[in-house]
């Protein structure tokens, strides 16, 4: 039987058509007028997307190179600085703190959790120069409160910048970046922005520029300041990624187009899809007799779920691309083979939850032999969905 | 929240993503050796997916223009024809057969009915020059049985050409062309074959060729003769829709890796997948409390469903889309209002049908009012699949 092949990872997420297609078409050369018009129109838009009036920069690179940049940029060797790490993600703090010399505070939050604000507190030094942290950890499908982390730094008297990977975290959960005082937010595009990877952005608030000034760590290809100089004219410093320009800002469009027009509204509205879509998998995942690997505080990027003692994540997240075509994957560092995860970020409407919770019946059945009740898990997500669709 | 659009219509059916690809792609003139090796290995593939020695054409028209074909480079002003006509479709070959002249005895069946054997073998009279049928009745969702009427055609004394179109039915029933001599079957491209409307081939026999000869009526680009000249070099008479060929190689290529590379397997996978997802759609339905209107005779291409006494089906049709985006048909002719048909014939999978479903079962209980258990269509369906999956 036909297997159309469907991406339910979180990150690269399913693509959006409308955005393929302006990438095909994107025979346009950097130093032109034309993509001067585009790439300034794209960092117009992604303003209004992550929501702040601080600058908002576009990299070519992945998610880790906008990460590199808010170390190098923001910092000198033999800085103090606090990492809170509850997963792989945060570990990448840790080694970038230590790759550029920096003296890293580690808060740790056993993986599937997140952190006790009281150890935070504790942690933070008079003498921190910035607090790294995620939004939502997608390795464990965490999400971290960071609210009350800006909150707690705002009440110290650090004065440390804030800077959070919401690579996973933009287009999933709400933000208020310059009411919490987020001086670096950073977003990758193959994530909720549903193109290809290959762009990274970030928002930097004046705090940081000024940081900048006295940040001594070396930098050039990822330097943030020429950046900053260059976008002003609607260039990028090197030869940007123009395909990928042309699909972000279809990809914005589309999410704008989704609330008439509205970016903002519609990038709520992308939030609230994807909280949707995770409750309702969250549903029918228990219904099947599934464990939450991350119950206290699920991400709405993706959802990890446990497999029972003795099972392999492997055997399902296999099972499912061999029987449906369908790609989940595997827990990360040491949670691999323990759970699998699912992803709600992006360009995924409540039928392709319908479609996955089917093929999970399946898959519990079948591969894992779990007394399954066909109909279950889908009855159960469609009840989320019904309720969804009564209070809009 | 996110509404993906996903056409369930019986033509145009759900692009093959390689097959837009190939079609961006396909930048190609067509009187060149390069478009030459093409357009001779899709005429090759297709007479491997039509299942047949005889030649098999392809022309830039939809699928009535192949219709046209077939009576007017068959028939002469005058001929008596014989029409089995059961919908709109069959309707269309009543027209044809006036338009060009001839004398059309006509057998025709009530909508959402297939033919009586002995009022056929009644109605076709030896000196009949051909039997115009289809072999599914797209408005209704009807299948007709091909093979019987070949024989009731072979066992009389009436050497009529077998004239089938298979527009809908070519990937989603079996046919055997050359076993019991189908002289003309036709195809289209927006249907099983997985790529936009534009395209239109069709088996021609020895049988039919000899009859050109002799027949009448003015044709000029539809001239058949003309096209197979042009064939053996690789070439069509007249410009050829370049791109749509390079997608329906593209999508036959496809067809043949779903059976390890054999075209002929490929396409009784095909059926067999059409037959499973309208199997599970019927069984998903029926649970709702939906009516079939064709349970006599059901095509594997599509699914007509009645609606409750007192509603219009342009409801379900619009609630469809404008909730899910989601996208089926109204009847057609006397059937509108009074049915809504969905598609199973190409590029679906089961967890197309498992979407689909729990949409229905959304529209049913908040459109129509039926009293809907949510899960009950899903789990219908999951047990068509579960019963396919451990007999395959």
Known sequence: MIRKTRLFTPGPTPLLP????????????????EFRALFLKVLA?????????????????????????????????GDRVLVLTAGKFGERWVELAKAFNCQADVVKAPYGQTFDPGQVREALKPDARAVYMQATETSTAVRHDVESIAKLIQESNSGALLVVDGITGLGTTHFDVDGWGIDVLIGGSQKAVMIPPG????????????????????????DLRKERKNAVKGESAYTPAVALVAGLGAALDYIAGQAGGDLGKGRIALVDNAQINAAATRAGLT??????????????????????????????????????GLIVTNGQGEMQGKIFRVAHLGFFDCLDT???????????????????????????????????????
């Open 199 to 222: 762009l990274a952005y970030l928002s930097v608030s004046e705090k940081a520029w000024a940081a900048m000034e006295s940040a001594k760590n070396p930098r050039y290809y990822f």
């Open 287 to 324: 219904a099947l007799g599934f464990t939450l690997f991350a119950p206290a505080a699920p991400a709405a990027a993706a959802t990890a779920v446990a497999v029972p003692e003795g099972i392999d994540s492997g055997v399902v997240v296999k099972a499912l691309r061999n029987r449906f």
């Open 18 to 33: 409308a955005a393929q297609f302006a990438m095909a078409a994107a025979d346009i050369h950097h130093r032109t007028a």
């Open 45 to 77: 838009q992604l303003k209004i997307f992550v929501g702040t009036k601080n600058d908002v920069l576009l990299l070519s690179c992945s998610g880790t190179g906008a990460m590199e940049a808010s170390v190098s940029n923001l910092t000198s060797p």
């Open 354 to 392: 319908i479609a996955l919770l089917g093929a999970m019946e399946h898959i519990a059945k079948d591969t894992l032999g779990l007394p399954v009740t066909y109909g279950s898990a889908v009855a159960a997500a469609q009840k989320v969905f019904a309720e969804a669709a009564s209070s809009s």
